[in-house]
């Protein structure tokens, strides 16, 4: 908790800082701090429109009606955050995860050291969409992930002031496992990373991706896996 404390980042903010990178659209999701309110969601995602997705920490006792209410707001996934807190536990997960998506199509994501995926993997592949953030945030863990991304869980390719990896090492094994999983993000305003993003690090992962992959990379892949409203042509 020692690291970046960004100024209030608004939807301002977030477009001055994205300008001229060329974003059609993307996903907004909870932080820890945030914890489980939902209407600075509701209300981001009315002001962003369809290209943004918002993905929500989610309490397990939440009513199926209001499930639905955040989905017709565009809402598409929770979030568990074993990190940092703030969210569901991970007792909580499979039930969950398996409720939304049968009731509205959601995904799961997941912000934890990648570690410790050995106690949860099995579970993490029989669910039916599930994706790790930050590149499951130590180079320990890329090992562990590489298993689960061969049997179809997505990652965040971001938070690269955050990591404690090296993206040129684990970003070429990602993409063998699977090309298919990598998802391009900014992780802006990156609060709590020891530095902010900085365009560099979407120009870093940009030489790491083979040329024929970069359309998946930095767009195909999070438009299907966020059901984003845009051509994949």
């Not at 009513?63 to 909580?92: C, F, H, M, Q, T």
């Amino acid at each position: 908790d020692q690291g970046y404390l960004p100024e209030p980042f608004t939807i301002s903010s977030y477009r001055a800082r994205t300008c001229g990178l060329g974003v059609e659209g993307g996903a907004v999701v909870a932080g820890s701090f945030q914890g489980l309110e939902q209407d600075f969601m509701v209300d981001a995602l009315a002001e962003l429109g369809p290209a943004f997705a918002g993905v929500i920490q989610l309490a397990p006792d939440t009513s199926d009606r209001r499930v639905l209410e955040l989905d017709a707001a565009g809402v598409r996934g929770i979030r568990l955050n074993p990190y940092r807190g703030g969210s569901a536990a991970l007792e909580d997960l499979e039930g969950l995860a398996r409720r939304v998506h049968d009731l509205a199509g959601w995904h799961t994501e997941l912000y934890l050291d990648a570690a410790d995926l050995p106690e949860i993997a099995e579970l993490l592949v029989s669910l039916p969409s599930v994706s790790i953030d930050h590149l499951g945030m130590t180079a320990e863990g890329v090992p562990h992930l590489l298993r689960i991304v061969e049997k179809g869980v997505r990652v965040k390719a971001d938070g690269f002031g955050r990591v404690d990896l090296d993206p040129a090492e684990a970003v070429p094994r990602l993409l063998e496992a699977n090309p298919g999983a990598l998802m391009a993000a900014t992780d802006l305003p990156s609060t709590r990373a020891r530095r902010p993003f900085a365009p560099e690090d979407l120009g870093l992962l940009a030489s790491l991706v083979p040329a024929e992959l970069l359309d998946d990379v930095f767009y195909a892949n999070a438009v299907r896996f966020y059901r984003l409203p845009l051509p994949l042509d």
